[in-house]
T-cell receptor, first 115, second 114 residues
């Protein structure tokens, strides 16, 4: 069974379009995250939800809107896509967001290319 | 603010040679430190982590790392490289506020020559 899954794996779209990426975890974890990995492999956190509540919201354009319908799912919707949004987006989950020691489990990534 | 510095964006070693991936951190409070590995076209996988206690931490696939507070370092080592170790390696530190989010280094790509 896949622990953290993301769909789609690849996403190619035109500038200005709106797209969504879905993430699901079957680990029973309380906390989920979205990370962006740029072309130089630099990873940066975007958002985190704990039990459907937003707890981390980094300096991300408001074109990016996360939604957590339940604690097993965290989706990322992106409006008005721009060339600079091209990246790999990783979803992750962990049992505990408050102690700092919890291992984060990552999904396989969604490779977004904006043309 | 916390940060992580990984020295060298690429490291090339021969199969069977020692692997040493360097990581230095800055933190005003005791950190929690992690090493993650990313194989081509995959997500990240935890290799090992240091939280408290023993400063020499053993991880998966024969890797280990030592937390040295005096040097603010958490270098990753493996005595003998295998071809299957070729991947991108990321050092990370938690940010010691209520969010405990991971701050990643810029990564080091390990190449293993036959």
């Amino acid at each position: 069974d896949t622990a953290v899954s993301q769909t789609p794996k690849y996403l190619v779209t035109q500038m200005g379009n709106d797209k969504s990426i879905k993430c699901e975890q079957n680990l029973g974890h309380d906390t989920m995250y979205w990370y962006k990995q740029d072309s130089k492999k630099f990873l940066k956190i975007m958002f985190s939800y704990n039990n459907k509540e937003l707890i981390i919201n980094e300096t991300v354009p408001n074109r990016f809107s996360p939604k957590s319908p339940d604690k097993a799912h965290l989706n990322l919707h992106i409006n008005s896509l721009e060339l600079g949004d091209s990246a790999v987006y990783f979803c992750a989950s962990s049992q505990d967001s408050t102690s700092g020691v919890g291992t984060q489990y990552f999904g396989p990534g969604t490779r977004l290319l904006v043309l | 603010a916390q940060s992580v510095t990984q020295l060298g964006s690429h490291l090339s070693v021969s199969e069977g040679a020692l692997v040493l991936l360097r990581c230095n951190y800055s933190s005003s409070v005791p950190p929690y430190l992690f090493w993650y590995v990313q194989y081509p076209n995959q997500g990240l996988q935890l290799l090992l982590k240091y939280t408290t206690g023993a400063t020499l931490v053993k991880g998966i696939n024969g890797f280990e790392a030592e937390f040295k507070k005096s040097e603010t370092s958490f270098h990753l080592t493996k005595p003998s490289a295998h071809m299957s170790d070729a991947a991108e390696y990321f050092c990370a530190v938690t940010r010691m506020d209520s969010s405990y989010k991971l701050i990643f280094g810029s990564g080091t790509r390990l190449l293993v020559r036959p």
